[in-house]
């Protein structure tokens, strides 16, 4: 297999780099190549301040060996390599875009088309499965949970969520999206997908990379990539939510939340509020559902149009669940 500056064969392992074609960027690539099968794609760093999935990324491709894969196993653990050295958060440096809404991206766009469309077609489209790491932004508290696509094609959705169903986390998201980001344009193609949340605030934890880890690998060994491996124990039952919603900020201040992300309140309840410089209340948000808050801004700053809070919305009859 050649990506980029990369090439293998069956048992070996290299690294070297994907040229994005027109903007002269440079991607980070490691793949390893053992007995012959499938490939599954690893993606982080679409969003360069989420640091935990980053790293979980580096040391998964330094450390899992060519002898001990069936297929192939490619990482690319850092998508937004000019937002990481400049600390622009979401942002690509270069055009102020959030790649992970310009899927499957263009040629002849800006610098966030152009990467998006060099990872759709050299990565994206190589894959037979994909996995794509994330946290919350660099001032965004975050429970950890995983996504997969709903409207997607039937084989490719029991797939995707059988892969969801192996991450230690309480929470899944169905989404309903097939457009903008990287996993939900794979899904739409065909190609089995799921994006992993966990940790935020521009920080990492070591236990945070080691779940990270944890996950990939359960992952990996439930698809058959892993020789030496056998299948554990599903980490715990776990609540499914097809609904989730994304309340943004109506305009600028300072924001004060009143609930921590895992916590379940009811319809009504406020969930923060945005005060003025002189801390007068501006703005109230008020849950619109009965739910659970998956992610919330947690800075003071609050802009307007940006993210206060996001919350699953509990079923009428919450339950756990064995089949999706």
Known sequence: ?????????????????????????????????????????????????????????????????????????????????????????SMVYEDNKNLNREFPGAAGGTTADQICHTVSEKLIARADYYIDLHSGDGYEELFPYAYYVGPADPQVREKSFQMARRVNARCLVESSCTTGGAYNYASASGIPSVLIERGGMGVWSRQEVDLDKADVLRILTYLGFLKDRTEEAEPEEKLLFREVVYEQAPVAGCWYPFLHPGDSFRKGEALGQIRDYFGRTIHTCRARKDGMMLYQTASLTILENGPMVAYGVFPEKEKNFKTP
Do not use: D, W
Not at 8 to 30: F, Q, R, W
Not at 41 to 55: C, D, F, K, R
Not at 62 to 86: C, D, H, M, Y
């Open 1 to 89: 297999m050649r990506i980029g500056t990369v090439e293998v064969i069956s048992g070996e392992k290299a690294s070297g780099v994907l040229k994005v074609n027109g903007c002269g960027y440079e991607l980070p690539v490691t793949v390893i190549s053992g007995e012959e099968g499938e490939t599954v794609l690893i993606t982080a760093g679409i969003h360069s301040a989420e640091y935990v999935g980053i790293q979980a990324a580096i040391e998964l491709a330094g450390e899992i060996l060519p002898e001990q894969v069936k297929g192939t196993i490619v990482f690319a653990p850092l998508i937004n390599v000019s937002g990481f050295v400049r600390r622009t958060m």
